[in-house]
């Protein structure tokens, strides 16, 4: 059995990521692709080759989706990947929040 | 196994036990389930309870509170003005809560805290108005972060005019902060501005910041006249593009080659969050200027942002964050409150999934004193000055003429390197964090 992977590309969208309103369409989509996944695939969202990514954008972009969907859901639909440590610990940051607060208000 | 409620709150009720102190019975207490000890030692208190109870058991709460973030809330949530707390009772808890240190109930902050200078208040410097021509006479230092009380002094002394004259005449340099408060001040309340005794130079600056065109209500055109070394003067309000306010700040920045890399990001992040915590929190009445300036001849880049909205202090109680409403409401300094991490006046609950995550000032600031910067925040009487010096990060709160609304200014030294990571790792990990990899 093959599974499909599909790939999410942040750089696309510009150098710097910086705040909600610009995380928000991206965000949509997303969801819009995510969604559109045959079963039992995933989607990677690459962030390799963007500058600087706020606190804020990658909240609106990838917090509010795990409050949207789940933690489960987006564990098991999203792939995150990046070779920045510094990218990498903001977003397990950022995601971490938003689970915490996902379960303590009965969407885990 | 510990002793049951029953026997400690006898040991509160003893008089000759008062050899017990309020840390041994909380330690005590603190291995029993919070709820039922809780609604146990509250009821005690009553208008008719013994005055052994009411010296010691405002003490142990305070102890409580400050050991442990659960026993905060039941404090907070009792002196709150339906909490179980009788009305005779509530200053000499509500001393004891307030005297109780600063850890308790706050978010528990990774960064190296803040020695918090004294509280001063200032009197105005050398900005003064002439009643009888509605003059407000401006110079340097009043322009400046640091000279901005008086700048404040002079506006609120002024009130409500319909027009009012500034004199730059004694004015060498004007810095970006006053004219963005000059501007938000003069936008919200409609007042006419004519500008006298500039020098060519201030004229030139005054026309180039956007500062003429903003007090007149005209869109600056931003970029054409700019020389490249700042960002004229531009209006906040509701819609406001962040994103492009930001990136215009870092293309100052990007086009004199002034920082790379990590450092980049780092001031980038810092620019970014500032315009959209502000721009974000801008009620839809408000008036608000944003503005930058870079100083080559000393490597330094300031930022300003400065609105007419509700203020830092009527965001929180008016927000639906309760903790903050609560602490605000007993006495906490919301300026203080606002530069702490993860503290939002819009949190995310189950009615409201679209929270917002406090990142904005705390980020903001925390970047800026690991610079060796100053943040400065006001709103209302207060402002909060962080920065660091000899090595040890200081707080300056200062007391002033009322602002209506919320002024952030910052000053970044382009030649010191910040790192992000570190200031990632100075965010309070959530409950139940255990260094989760959402890459795995």
Same mark, same amino acid.
């Given at each position: 059995? =093959? =599974? ?105 | ?114 020695? +918090? ?11 003064? $108005? ?18 901005? +009380? ?38 919200? $309340? ?34 054409? $006249? ?125 009615? +409201?999934?679209?929270? +917002? ?16 910067? =100053? ?66």
């Amino acid at each position: 059995m =093959t =599974t499909s992977v599909h790939e999410f590309r942040l750089a696309r969208f510009g150098q710097d990521l910086l705040t909600r309103d610009r995380a928000a369409p991206i965000r949509a989509e997303l969801r819009r692709e995510m969604d559109a996944l045959e079963s039992g695939a995933h989607l990677v969202v690459d962030m390799d080759g963007v500058g600087a990514v706020t606190p804020s954008f990658a909240d609106e972009l990838l917090g509010r989706l795990l409050l949207e969907v789940g933690e489960a859901v987006f564990r098991a639909r999203l792939r995150l990947r990046t070779s920045d440590a510094t990218v990498r610990l903001l977003v397990n940051r950022v995601l971490a929040q938003r689970a915490a607060e996902a379960r303590a208000v009965g969407r885990p | 196994m510990g002793r049951p409620i029953e026997d400690i709150v006898r040991d509160l009720l003893d008089e000759r036990r008062d050899h017990v102190s309020a840390d041994v019975l909380s330690t005590e207490l603190l291995a029993l389930p919070v709820r039922p000890t809780a609604a146990r030692i509250l009821g005690l208190l009553s208008d008719q309870a013994p005055s052994v109870v009411r010296e010691r058991v405002p003490a142990l709460l305070a102890t409580l509170a400050r050991r442990d973030e659960r026993w905060d809330r039941v404090v907070r949530s009792a002196l709150t003005r339906r909490g179980r707390c009788p009305a005779s009772l509530r200053a000499p808890l509500k001393a004891a809560y307030g005297a109780r240190g600063s850890s308790a109930g706050g978010t528990p902050a990774r960064s190296e805290p803040y020695e +918090h200078d004294e509280a001063s208040t200032v009197e105005p410097l050398r900005v003064d $108005r002439r009643l009888s021509t509605n003059r407000i006479r401006m110079s340097t230092e009043a322009s400046s972060i640091d000279g901005l +009380h008086a700048l404040l002094r002079a506006l609120a002394d002024a009130g409500s005019p319909r027009r009012v004259q500034l004199d730059f005449s004694e004015c060498e340099h004007v810095y970006v902060v006053g004219l963005a408060v000059l501007a938000a001040w003069a936008r919200s $309340r409609e007042v006419a501005i004519e500008v006298t005794g500039c020098s060519a130079a201030t004229d030139a600056y005054l026309q180039e910041s956007g500062f003429i065109d903003a007090i007149e209500g005209r869109p600056h055109g931003i970029g054409t $006249r700019d020389a490249g070394r700042r960002v004229a003067l531009e209006p906040i309000v509701t819609g406001v593009d962040a994103e492009e306010l930001a990136s215009r700040i870092v293309r100052i920045l990007d086009d004199h080659g002034l920082v790379a890399g990590s450092n980049r990001n780092a001031l980038v992040i810092c620019f970014a969050e500032l315009i959209e915590n502000v721009a974000r929190h801008a009620g839809p009445n408000t008036v608000g200027f944003v503005g930058a300036q870079y100083y080559p001849a000393k490597q330094k880049v300031s930022i300003v942002v400065a609105d007419s909205g509700v203020g830092i202090r009527r965001s929180f109680v008016d927000g639906r964050n309760r903790d903050i409403r609560e602490r605000v409401e007993l006495g906490e300094d919301p300026l203080r409150l606002a530069v702490l991490p993860l503290v939002t006046s819009k949190p995310v609950t189950p009615e +409201h999934a679209t929270g +917002h995550a406090g990142y904005g000032l705390y980020l903001a600031s925390e970047i800026t004193v690991r610079n060796g910067g =100053t943040f400065r925040i006001t709103s209302d009487e207060r402002s909060l000055t962080l920065y660091r010096r000899q090595g040890r990060r200081r707080a300056a709160v200062v007391t002033h003429a009322r602002w209506h609304g919320t002024i952030v200014a910052l000053i970044l030294d382009l030649q010191n390197v910040v790192s992000i990571r570190d200031v990632y790792e100075s965010l309070p990990p959530p409950a139940g964090y255990a260094g989760d990899d959402f890459f795995s």
